[in-house]
């Protein structure tokens, strides 16, 4: 069940209000009245089943009554570093990726992205993007949202990032991309994190290519079709989560 965010920490028992939106879809979209219960988590991640005493336009009050149990974060750290699509096809792999258990998401500019963006409206956009995994995160359980960073370009991107011991480039038709099948489980490294560079609806610029293979990332093959950028996304961290993480 999705639960609902209270910015302060709770305690068993006390009475408690909430203002704003989370207010607002508890008592008017989803139409709680006096009496029913919901779930609710703090800031520090406590999770309650709790009980709506009332509520006016603008505010309720409500009891935490029990504890909740988590879902417990994937073992798997999973970032996804992401050229710029189109905001459509953003937003599909934001919500999907945060539902799938990625761990962070980096985005950049790349060069066969849209023009549209504007690297000046950075703050809006990240404000934008870390409601929708905040969203996803509430609708399928999860503690905590993914982290979410901005770059201008993919150099800037590749310079800011800590090591990752397994970074994946999805290129089609890259001569010496592997399989992640075809790889041993056995080991620490691979158990452990990996980082997956997808590129735009038009593609990796062969700079960017050359670029990011420099850095140490592996072409990666996932099969003989071009998939879309959102695509490429879920599958990408679909397959990770089966082979080594959660799913």
Not at 189 to 216: A, M, N, T, W, Y
Request: glycine share 6%.
């Amino acid at each position: 069940m999705s639960y609902f965010i209270f910015d302060g920490v709770l305690n068993l028992g006390k009475q408690y209000e909430l203002k704003g939106e989370e207010s607002s879809h508890i008592t008017k979209s989803r139409r709680l009245r006096p009496g029913d219960s919901f779930l609710v988590q703090d800031q520090q991640g406590q999770r309650f089943e709790a009980i709506l005493k009332s509520f006016d336009r603008n505010s309720l009050l409500f009891t935490p009554q029990k504890p909740v149990a988590i879902p417990p974060a994937s073992s798997l750290r999973i970032e996804i570093l992401q050229a710029l699509p189109k905001q459509k096809a953003l937003d599909f792999i934001l919500q999907k990726t945060t539902e799938l258990g990625v761990s962070r998401l980096d985005v950049f500019c790349g060069m066969h992205s849209p023009k549209t963006f504007r690297a000046s409206e950075k703050q809006h956009h990240l404000k934008r993007w870390q409601r929708i995994v905040s969203e996803a995160s509430k609708q399928c359980g999860r503690q905590f949202p993914p982290e979410i960073h901005f770059h201008p370009d993919i150099s800037a991107a590749l310079e800011t990032l800590p090591e990752c011991p397994n970074s994946w480039m999805l290129v089609p038709e890259a001569a010496d991309a592997v399989s992640w099948k075809k790889i041993s489980s056995s080991g620490d490294d691979i158990i452990k994190h990996h980082r997956v560079l997808i590129g735009p609806e038009g593609g990796f610029h062969q700079d960017e290519i050359k670029l990011s293979l420099r850095s140490g990332m592996r072409p990666v093959y996932l099969g003989p079709r071009i998939l879309r950028s959102e695509t490429a996304a879920m599958s990408a961290v679909s397959i990770l989560q089966f082979l080594w993480g959660d799913l």
